[in-house]
C-alpha cells in the first residue's frame, strides 16, 4: 500500500479541529512565549536561559499537545477505529504529528524573535531544532498510547516537563554525583552543546556528534512507538 497524503491531511484537519475545541490543551501553546517576552525585556541573553525556553517549548507544544491528542482519540474510542482504517502505521503516526509539528516550530520561531536570538550558523541550529521535535512527537505519541484519557496524559507528561525544561541543571552535579553524567546525553543537553559549539564558530562536523545523538534518540522512542500502536491494534 502506498503513502497517502491525502489521508494524511484528513487526520491533520481532524486534529485540528478538536485541538481547537480543547480551551485546557490549547492555552499550553502561550506558555513559552510569554517567557520568551518576560526574559527578552528583562535583558536575558544567555544561550542556557533562550535553550530552557526552547526545551520548555518542545516538552509543552510537542509531548505535551501530541500525548493529549492521541489520549483524546483513545477517551473517546475514535483512536480504534482509526487504527482499523485503511490508513497505515505511517500515515496515522505522521498524520497525527504534523498538527503538534508545525505548531512546535511556530511557537520556537515566536520565541527566539522575542528573545532577539539570532544563532551564528542558523542552518545547523534549524537542523537540530527539527530532529529535536521529531523526539519530542515521538515521546507524546508513545505516552498518549499508554494514558487512557487526557487527565492522565497531564499527569503522564508532567515528570517529562521538568526533566527536559530544567535539566541542563543536572550537569552542574555531575561532577558531585557521577552517575548525574548520563544525563549529559539526553537530547536536551545535546542541543544545548550544539547551540553553544555554534556560538564559538563552530562548524557542522563539530555538531555531527551531537546530531548523531538526537538521532538515535529518534530511532529509538519511534521504534517503541511503533511497537506499542501496533500492540494497541491488535489489543
Known amino acids: 500500500m502506498t503513502f497517502s497524503w491525502r489521508r494524511v491531511n484528513a487526520i491533520l484537519i481532524k486534529d485540528y479541529k478538536d485541538f ?15 517567557l520568551a517576552a518576560f526574559y527578552g525585556r528583562m535583558g536575558v541573553d544567555t544561550i542556557e536561559s533562550y535553550y530552557m525556553i526552547f526545551n520548555m517549548a518542545f516538552v509543552m507544544v510537542a509531548a505535551f499537545v501530541q500525548c493529549c491528542l492521541i489520549a483524546e482519540e483513545k477517551e473517546k474510542n475514535t483512536l480504534r477505529g482509526l487504527m482499523l482504517s485503511p490508513a497505515t502505521t505511517a500515515e496515522i503516526l505522521s498524520g497525527k504529528g504534523l498538527l503538534s509539528f508545525f505548531f512546535t516550530i511556530f511557537i520556537i520561531v515566536l520565541s527566539a524573535f522575542l528573545l532577539d536570538y539570532n544563532p551564528k550558523n542558523i542552518g545547523i541550529v534549524a537542523a537540530a531544532i ?41 550537569t552542574t552535579l555531575a561532577e558531585k554525583y557521577p552517575i548525574l553524567k548520563v544525563a549529559e546525553y539526553l537530547p536536551n543537553i545535546q542541543l544545548l552543546e550544539i547551540a553553544t559549539k555554534i556560538e564559538n564558530n563552530a562548524g557542522f562536523g563539530d555538531a555531527l556528534i551531537n546530531l548523531a545523538i538526537i538521532a538515535i534518540w529518534i530511532i529509538v522512542i519511534s521504534a517503541l512507538t511503533v511497537i506499542v500502536f501496533r500492540k494497541r491494534m491488535v489489543d
Open 20 to 34: 481547537s475545541r480543547n480551551f485546557a490543551v490549547s492555552t499550553i501553546l502561550f506558555f513559552p512565549p510569554i
Open 130 to 170: 527539527i530532529l529535536s521535535s521529531l523526539f519530542y512527537l515521538g515521546l507524546g505519541t508513545l505516552l498518549g498510547l499508554y494514558a487512557k484519557s487526557v487527565m492522565e496524559a497531564s499527569v503522564l507528561i508532567l515528570p517529562f516537563i521538568i526533566i527536559f525544561s530544567f535539566g541542563t541543571f543536572v
